[in-house]
């Protein structure tokens, strides 16, 4: 074996032979020291080195260490085909963290180029082009063909592979498939005049779809063509960015990824009745419904018949009845499932939902037991309006009777009286919010961490990070907290530890989350998004997968694509085997605000009209959590002391948890609008531990608030709190509305 394995090693060397000289030139080793590389093949590589030594015994070798950044740079004089030194140096190098090609290209200044990595490039995105002879040489069994390709294709390399499976000695890897899609727009364009294709396999091309969609398996490196029945044709070389547009100019030229204008034009915005009195419907967005007369039609001989199909989300429950209205789904066969209903400002008596209730009167507050109710007294001639809330607002004005929404019914009756002599009798009586009491900040505490404290300096913690990581790194948010202990005193160190996260085969998704929380409080949007990337790549299945990868990409500037990847989830078409409706209130408002705020840059020329609406909050309050069995209880304190509070259990919102275990999101979002909601407000989040007992995992909640949203002044700020102790209480953040 050992001689076949020198044989098929000399089959290399004339690639890589030179004349004999007193100096056989200048050799550049790239040796990737990154996480994954720590099992790699030293015998093979080193034989291989042998035999390039042995063609050239007199060389200076530059030797540039890198994982996710350049770890060091040191010369070498070879003589005499001797590497020995050389060969000492690189048996003590310490494979940690990522890895990344980025910053290889600035330090190389021609020459033979060695570059030995399995191409498991994950924390840029950066092919580079390297100055001089590249050699590309890999000893994994498990390597990235696709990135290894793509490398050699740009530089004109050569692909060295010492692994077990390569079939013949330098053969290039496998090429691997990635769909590309992406859509054909154009005021006049018709689909079926393109024809998409491949270069080099014109014939196994493809048209698109009706709606311009279009979806086609390629390999990075290959070159994606575009032709019109004119002949006319563009051509995009495929790296990373898997989304390529296509516009048809009227003219009959092509354009790829450009921008378009288009006119908006918008009449003037509906009022519609809210909690607060007429709001501008701008204002309103999603969080309320309304009707008015016009919209009940004169055959309904009750209240209830009148609102049947008129309000979307919205059902009667068993008896048809108002007083059942159901605006979220059910939470408990023990508690009110039913909306609070509100008739010019008084509150109604509400059935009670609970399967084990006895006759009796019900209370106001929810407190009695009388199974059932009935709005047949309200005539709906009568009815001036009906507005149903779903959201904080119902909360934020009514407490917890608000807990399950609100229906406002005003009466044509009422709407003669001044706003100045009507009193609403369901607005907040209780829970009174304690300023006394006390939010942990505990310092936290783990094995590991006690045993990082015992290194006098950094070198001294890093050397013992490198001998305990391998008893921990199964540890969901081991790197995430290793990375903590290391931020402040050296970045460069922390940034290290945390890339390992992309490097490890069976990372978990609360481990991928949490580090994607990081990055985007921190800004780093590179990284941010190459987490994002590697969500979605292991997690395709969840829905929550694809609004990550949709911020992400409008964090870092790229509109267009958070538009594609949002408008694609809202009508299905990203996923046609997922549900997205779990996530369509937060998809709707991203939309309409990029709309709103980047519609100078962005093509919208196919976009939904109702997107062209902008929505606006005084502050729009987004949660995002990692683990998908998290329990906690948000709670919310208005600037008049009173609380309210949403709970995310298995108690008192089942429904809402099975929805999200099947079909794969953890996000939740508020918003404040309107009178009384100007002042301090502070979000506090109680934390009951995971749904399954077994899973001692902590919970990342990040908590992001957009200030002013969907206006020109807006701001965002984020917080992350990190939940890990079941039963204690956090602060999440504070935030002032101002009027």
């Not at 990595?117 to 950066?126: L, P, R």
């Not at 050699?135 to 063909?145: A, F, M, Q, S, T």
């Not at 490097?503 to 998704?509: G, K, P, V």
């Not at 298995?650 to 999200?660: A, G, H, K, T």
Request: aromatic residues 10%.
């Amino acid at each position: 074996m050992k001689k076949f394995l020198l044989y098929s090693l000399l089959c290399f060397a004339p690639a890589i032979v030179s004349p004999q000289s007193a100096l056989d030139g200048v050799t550049t080793i790239c040796w990737d020291a990154s996480l994954s590389m720590r099992d790699r093949n030293a015998d093979r590589e080193n034989q291989f080195l042998d035999i390039y030594f042995t063609n050239k015994p007199n060389v200076k070798v530059t030797l540039l260490i890198f994982s996710n950044t350049m770890i060091g740079r040191e010369t070498f004089s070879i003589k005499g085909g001797d590497w020995t030194t050389l060969e000492d140096r690189l048996a003590r190098v310490t494979y940690d963290g990522g890895t990344s090609y980025q910053s290889l290209s600035q330090f190389i200044d021609g020459g033979d180029i060695l570059l030995f990595t399995d191409g498991n490039q994950n924390a840029s995105t950066v092919t580079p082009n390297f100055n001089g002879k590249l050699y590309i040489i890999n000893c994994k069994e498990n390597y990235n063909r696709a990135n290894l390709n793509l490398l050699t294709i740009l530089n004109d390399a050569e692909f060295v592979n010492l692994s077990q499976d390569r079939k013949k000695p330098g053969s290039l890897p496998e090429p691997e498939l990635t769909s590309y899609f992406g859509t054909v727009q154009g005021r006049n364009s018709r689909p079926e005049a393109v024809w998409i294709s491949i270069k080099g396999k014109t014939m196994s091309g493809i048209n698109p779809e009706d709606d311009g969609s279009y979806q086609i398996k390629a390999t990075r490196g290959d070159t994606l063509v575009f032709t019109v029945t004119d002949g006319t044709s563009v051509e995009k070389p495929l790296g990373m960015n898997k989304n390529i547009n296509l516009w048809l100019e009227d003219s009959g030229s092509i354009r790829l990824d450009e921008v378009v204008v288009t006119e908006d034009r918008r009449e003037a915005p509906e009022e519609k009745m809210t909690a607060y009195g007429k709001k501008d419907e701008d204002a309103v967005g999603y969080a309320v419904q309304s009707i008015t007369s016009d919209d009940i039609s004169d055959g309904a001989t009750d209240v209830s018949r009148a609102t049947q199909g008129k309000f979307s989300g919205v059902s009667l429950g068993q008896n048809d009845d108002l007083s059942q209205i159901e605006l979220r789904p059910k939470t408990s066969i023990l508690s009110g499932n039913y909306g609070l209903i509100v008739v010019d400002g008084v509150p109604m008596p509400r059935s009670n939902s609970s399967s084990f209730a006895a006759q009796g009167a019900n209370t106001i507050g929810g407190g009695g037991v009388n199974a059932v109710q009935n709005s047949t007294f309200m005539d709906p001639k009568n009815i001036a309006s009906i507005t149903v809330l779903k959201s904080l607002a119902a909360t934020n004005r009514y407490g917890s009777l608000g807990a399950n929404g609100a229906v406002l019914i005003t009466t044509k009756t009422a709407s003669f009286a001044t706003q100045a002599e009507k009193k609403d009798l369901a607005l907040l009586t209780d829970n009174l919010y304690d300023e006394k009491i006390n939010v942990s900040n505990k310092t936290l505490v783990t094995p590991y961490l006690k045993e990082l404290k015992k290194g006098k300096n950094i070198g001294e913690a890093y050397d013992l990070y490198l001998e305990q990581r391998e008893r921990y790194w199964d540890n969901p948010t081991y790197f995430l907290d290793v990375y903590e202990f290391f931020r402040g005193p050296g970045n460069v160190l922390a940034n290290r530890i945390l890339t390992n996260i992309l490097e490890l085969e069976s990372t978990s998704l609360v481990a991928l989350k949490g580090m994607l929380f990081k990055m985007q409080l921190e800004g780093n949007h590179e990284l941010a998004l190459e987490t994002a990337n590697r969500i979605l790549e292991r997690y395709p299945a969840k829905i929550q997968s694809y609004l990550d990868l949709a911020l992400t990409e409008k964090s870092i500037g790229n509109y267009q694509g958070a538009m594609n990847v949002l408008t694609k989830m809202a009508d299905g078409s990203i996923n046609r085997d997922l549900d997205f409706s779990g996530l369509d209130k937060t998809t709707d408002r991203e939309i309409r605000n990029l709309v709103y705020g980047h519609s100078d840059i962005l093509d919208a020329s196919g976009i939904n009209a109702k997107y062209r609406t902008n929505i606006k909050y005084a502050a729009r309050v987004v949660f995002d959590w990692s683990n998908p069995n998290a329990q906690f209880e948000l709670q919310f304190v208005n600037p008049q002391k009173r609380f309210f509070n949403w709970e995310h259990t298995l108690v008192s919102n089942r429904d809402r948890i099975r929805d999200e275990l099947n079909n794969g999101y953890t996000t939740e979002e508020f918003e404040i609008f309107g009178p009384g909601t100007e002042g301090e407000w502070i979000i506090n989040v109680n934390y009951i531990g995971n749904s399954k007992m077994e899973d001692k995992t902590p919970t990342f909640l990040k908590c992001t608030i957009y200030h002013n949203f969907g206006l020109p002044e807006h701001r965002t700020e984020q917080r992350l709190v990190r939940l890990y102790e079941a039963g204690s209480r956090e602060l999440v953040a504070k935030l002032e509305i101002e009027e």
